[in-house]
Structure formats: C-alpha cells, structure tokens
C-alpha cells in the first residue's frame, strides 16, 4: 500500500525534509499590514522575523480554505496512492484541522486526518514518523492508530526571551509584561494536549536552558529513548547547551531543527525558542529503529 503523508506549515519542517520524504504541505495565510502572504511560500520565517518587530499591528493567521486540502488530497490519490495520512496543528490552536477533515469527508475514507495536539516540530516529529512508517510499507489505518498513541506522550517546553509578543497577542496583560520585563523574568511554557500553559518562570536569560532541561527531566527518566527537536525564532548558536543536555541525558533516536514559523513566533518574539519531545517506551523505540530513511 501506498501511504502519502501531509501536513500544514505550522509543522515547520524545511524544504529539504519534505523533499526527502516526499511529505506535502498545506500552507496557512499571514495577513500582516494590510497584505496576505501564504506561509512559507511567499513568507520565509527568517524574512517574517526581520520584520516582526517594526511591525504596528499584530498580524493575523488564517487556516487554509477546506478546497486547499480538497485539492491536494485529490491530485494525491489521482497520481497512484492508496491513502493519505493528514497530519496538522491542535485543533485548540488553529481551525487547521477542521478544514482537513472537511476536505477529507468530500474525498472519503482514503483520507486520515490527525489532530497532533501540538504545534511547530512537534507536529514535525509525528510526520516524521508517519513518513518512514509508510516508507516500511504499513496502512493508513495502522499508522493513525499509531499516532494516536504517540501524541498522548509528546510535548513541548517554549521560552520566549521578551515578554512583549505575548502582551501584543492578548496572551499575558500589559501589567504582567511590565513586572516582568522589570524583574528580568522569564517564561517556560508547556504544550500538552493541544494547550499552553505556563510550566515555571526564571530570573534572567541564562536560566532559561537549565529550565527547560529541568522540566524534561521532570517528566522523562534519564535512558529514555526519545524523538526530540529544537524550535527557534532566530539566533540557533545560543541553544547549543540544550541539545547536549537532551542528548547526555536520553538516548535521542532522533533530532530535528529548524525555525519556528509566523503563526506562533508572532506570540513568543524573536530569540524564542523550545524543545520538543516524544518519549518512547523500548518497544515503540524498537519500531523506530526498523523502519529505514
């Protein structure tokens, strides 16, 4: 059986990992000074962050239309596969989702949508499973049950360097911004389950790793077998503590990188970044390590 996989921008995985996976991607809308830009197609996260601070009004996302997914899923299925696996952002955070599933009730049952209950790499790393597990031959049908699994143990710790996104984005109040900015704290946030919470807060920009390093070890044994990822908006070089850390403590089977796109680099700022993890028991890890690149 041949299994095709998709996912939205918000997965932000890169060019070369969609290519080399042959993974599509659905892009979302940026509407931002009275323009719209179609995510990572004509927008770059690079180029969006270099304009994110000069920016007056917030910008806004928009989830794709459901004839966008209608469309890919059908020239999918026209040019040979059996099914396609559809992977997107929680649905708490985006109507991303909703518009998949619409799409893939006009075309059938060929068509598995997902809601990951994450976002950026996280969704990435649920792609990146779906992809080699049909890459090993496996159906639809058994590899959504399997994500389903999965996405129950993933989650994902974010520290934004300045408060001010979240502020602009009705996140946090401006009173908390300025107490804030004043004390030199910092937030960890957590993604579970499709929602953010705050995790722990820190005094000063140094802490932030050893925090985000100290809340994975709350949750995850050392040993453990692990996918994880590392999500930044901007300046990569600083986190490379973080990837050590995670790779000292737990046998990282897999690790991707990459830029955290507009949709949530508009609420955490420049310089904000995050680690994502998927804990594996040893039989899962043991799945892993069958399927081939």
């Known amino acids: 059986m041949r299994v095709a996989v ?4 918000t997965a932000d995985l890169p060019p070369v990992f969609l290519d080399r996976y042959g993974v599509t991607m ?18 770059d996260p690079e180029a969006f962050l270099e304009r994110l601070p000069s920016l007056c009004q917030f910008p806004h996302t928009a989830a794709p239309a459901p004839g966008a997914f209608y469309d890919v899923y059908r020239r999918i299925l026209d040019s040979g596969a059996d099914a396609v696996i ?24 060929a068509v598995h949508v997902v809601d990951g209950e994450s976002a950026s790499l996280g969704t990435g790393l649920l792609v990146w499973w779906a992809a080699r597990r049909a890459r090993a031959g496996m159906p639809a049908t058994a590899i959504r049950e399997e994500l389903e699994w999965l996405k129950g143990r993933l989650f994902a710790l974010t520290a934004p360097i300045t408060l001010e996104y979240l ?7 401006q009173a908390q911004r300025w107490v804030g ?31 985000l390093l100290a809340a994975v070890g709350d949750r995850v044994e050392r040993g453990t077998p692990v996918l994880a990822a590392l999500g930044h908006a901007g300046f990569p070089q600083r986190y490379g503590a973080l990837e050590e850390g995670m790779r000292t403590r737990y046998e990282v089977l897999g690790w991707l990188e990459g830029v955290i796109g507009p949709a ?21 890890a043991q799945l892993w390590k069958e399927t081939t690149e």
Do not use: C, N
């Open 6 to 9: 998709v996912t939205d921008s």
């Open 26 to 43: 659905v892009p979302l809308t940026i509407e931002m000074e009275g323009a719209s830009y179609r995510d990572r197609v004509d927008l």
């Open 86 to 109: 559809s992977i997107h952002l929680a649905r708490g955070l985006s109507a991303t989702v909703t518009a998949a599933e619409t799409a893939a009730a006009m075309v059938g049952d």
């Open 167 to 173: 502020a602009r984005g009705g996140r946090i109040g």
């Open 181 to 211: 900015t004043l004390l030199d704290m910092k937030p960890v946030l957590a993604l579970e389950r499709g929602a953010f919470r705050p995790e722990r807060r820190v005094r000063g920009e140094r802490q932030l790793v050893p925090a």
């Open 264 to 284: 949530i680099s508009a609420h955490v700022g420049p310089g904000a970044f995050g680690v994502i993890v998927l804990p594996l028991t040893p039989e899962w």
